[in-house]
Structure formats: structure tokens, C-alpha cells
């Protein structure tokens, strides 16, 4: 009974890290830019290990104000499960940033 | 009736402080009104940062075509702000306007008042020659375009003390007499010249007071030339 029980963990264990790789981190953002007014909602892909809206917040900073945007607000952090419906808004700043 | 004596240099400098205080409380005013309208007035970018709160907080407004509406929204607003900038210009320039408009209503008004005791001191102090002209020819004196027939002697004396005048001369009656008849002062006598005075005297008051106070209308008769509220029997 041990014996088929250890490697039933690991096996689960497995499957558990594969899942969530497979999952995916993704956060919508809000950002603007100045003189003219100009406005986007795009997404943006996050590593497994920070998926948080702060880590969001932290990369979107940087890699929006290289382009001369400035970051409004990190509205959501989601999983490929509603990655599908945002998309659509997102448009050509899906995954830009 | 004491109470009206005043000196004219007390009145002048009371005007001068008058207007000194005038004209800084306009400007004053003015300039207050000016800084409170100019930072009443919103800032160019209020539209933008209204737009960007609407953004920012409705979660739901994520749509590319609800996002292009809004910056459509903070454009219009920012040309509404450059609108603004000119009415701000052109507010400035009427408050402009009115600050010297009313300077110039206040200056006016001072010097209305001024005037206004002037001329009741003019009238106060009786008749006021403002010309005379005395013509040798027609035996004719015109004081203040009012003409006066006088004999050639009485004419020839005023004749002698406009002259007088002008040099800024003062005539003794033996001189007048002497210079009159031509003879040397010292067969002259101070009455003769006295006499002549009289004559001019009486001649030309005589026809000076009947033009001024006692009228007389031809065919009908005699009146006082004077408004009749300024009459009191005592």
C-alpha cells in the first residue's frame, strides 16, 4: 500500500506543476499617454513565479514608459480561462507590452 | 451762510486726495477681480485629467470603441481650452477697458464738481469781464459783446485808462486831465480829472446797470432782468 501510494503523490504532485504551467499569468492594464490625450486597455504575459498585480505593475512600468506611456491602473491578473474573452478588446495591445 | 467760506487750495488738495484714492481703489478692484477670474478659470488639462479618472475608473470600460470615444471627448475638450485662452485674453483686455473708462468717469466727475463751485463763484462775485473793446470812432465800449454809446470825452478817458492798464499803470486825476487836454500836469488840477471819472462813471454804470438789471422792452416798459425766486423783501 505505501509502496503504490508514494509515487501516486509525486505522479499528482506532477501534474499539478505541469497544470499550472499550462495555466498561464496574464494581467489587464489601463494605461494612457499625454499631448494628445491617448488611452489603452491592453494585456500583458507575467512568469508563473510573479504573478501578483505588484509584479504587474513593476514590469508594465518599465516596458510601457520605453514607448512613452504611462501605466493607469493593473485592473486583473487571469488565467488562459478568460484570456479568450479579453482578447478581443485588448486588440493590437494584446500581449504588446 | 458762514459755513461756505473755504480756501481754494484746501479744496484743490482735498480733490487731489480724492482722486489719488479713486483711482487706486478702481485699480485695486480691479486687479482683485482680474486674479480671481484668471484662477477661477479651469486649466487647460482639466478636461483630460476628467477624461482620464473615467477611464481609470470604470473597470468595465475596456472596449476599443468606447476608449476611442473617450479620447475623441478629451480632444474636443482640449480645443474648448484654447477657446478658453482666448476669452481669458480678451476678458484681460475689456477689464483693461474698464479701468481706464472708469479713471476717466472719476476724473470727469472731480472736475465737474471743481467747475461747478467755480461758476457759482463767478456768479457770487458779480459781473466778470472777460473782454473789452473800446472803439475811438464810434464813441462805443464793448464789455462782454454788450455795447455802450458813450460821449467822445467819457471815451477818450476810457480810452486812456485801458491803455493804462495794459502798461500796468496807475493814473492820478491830474495826469488824466493833462494827458486829456493836452496841457502840462502842472496847469491840471486833480478835480477836472475826477470829474471826467464821475462822468465815465456814471454814463457807463448807468447803461451797464440798465442792461444787466433793469430791462427795458420797447413800446411795453421796464423790468428787473433777474430770476424772480432770488428776490426777498425785507
Known amino acids: ?97 | 451762510m458762514l459755513d461756505n467760506i473755504s480756501s481754494a487750495t484746501e479744496a484743490r488738495r482735498k480733490m487731489d486726495r480724492v482722486i489719488i484714492f479713486g483711482v487706486l481703489a478702481i485699480v485695486a478692484i480691479l486687479v482683485i477681480a482680474a486674479l480671481l477670474l484668471f484662477l477661477n478659470l479651469p486649466d487647460a488639462n482639466a478636461f483630460n485629467m476628467r477624461v482620464e479618472r473615467i477611464f481609470v475608473e470604470n473597470d468595465a470600460l475596456t472596449n476599443s470603441d468606447d476608449i476611442k470615444l473617450l479620447e475623441i471627448l478629451a480632444q474636443s475638450g482640449t480645443a474648448f481650452s484654447a477657446t478658453l485662452t482666448s476669452y481669458r485674453f480678451v476678458i484681460f483686455v475689456l477689464l483693461l477697458f474698464a479701468t481706464a473708462l472708469l479713471v476717466a468717469a472719476l476724473a470727469f466727475l472731480v472736475m465737474l464738481v471743481a467747475l461747478n463751485r467755480r461758476m457759482a463763484q463767478v456768479e457770487r462775485s458779480g459781473i466778470q469781464v472777460s473782454s473789452l473793446i473800446v472803439s475811438r470812432d464810434e464813441n462805443t465800449v464793448y464789455l462782454n459783446n454788450m455795447e455802450f454809446k458813450l460821449t467822445p470825452a467819457a471815451t477818450e478817458t476810457m480810452a486812456i485808462l485801458a491803455e493804462a492798464r495794459m502798461d500796468d499803470d496807475v493814473l492820478s486825476g491830474i495826469e488824466i486831465e493833462s494827458i486829456i487836454s493836452g496841457k502840462s500836469s502842472v496847469d491840471c488840477d486833480e478835480a477836472s480829472g475826477a470829474t471826467r471819472i464821475k462822468r465815465l462813471r456814471d454814463t457807463l454804470g448807468n447803461q451797464m446797470v440798465s442792461e444787466l438789471l433793469i430791462k427795458n422792452i420797447s413800446r411795453k416798459g421796464y423790468m428787473l432782468a433777474i430770476d424772480k425766486d432770488v428776490i426777498q423783501m425785507l
Not at chain 1, 74 to 88: H, N, Y
Open chain 1, 1 to 97: 500500500m505505501m509502496k503504490t501510494r508514494t509515487p501516486l503523490s509525486i505522479v499528482l504532485a506532477l501534474v499539478a506543476t505541469v497544470s499550472a504551467a499550462n495555466a498561464g499569468c496574464y494581467a489587464d492594464y489601463k494605461a494612457k499617454r499625454d499631448n494628445p490625450l491617448r488611452l489603452h486597455y491592453g494585456i500583458t504575459e507575467l512568469s508563473a513565479a510573479a504573478c501578483s498585480k505588484a509584479a504587474a505593475r513593476e514590469k508594465l512600468n518599465t516596458t510601457l514608459a520605453a514607448d512613452g506611456w504611462t501605466l493607469l491602473n493593473v485592473i486583473s491578473v487571469f488565467d488562459d480561462s478568460k484570456l479568450g474573452q479579453k482578447e478581443a478588446n485588448a486588440g493590437q495591445y494584446f500581449l504588446r507590452y
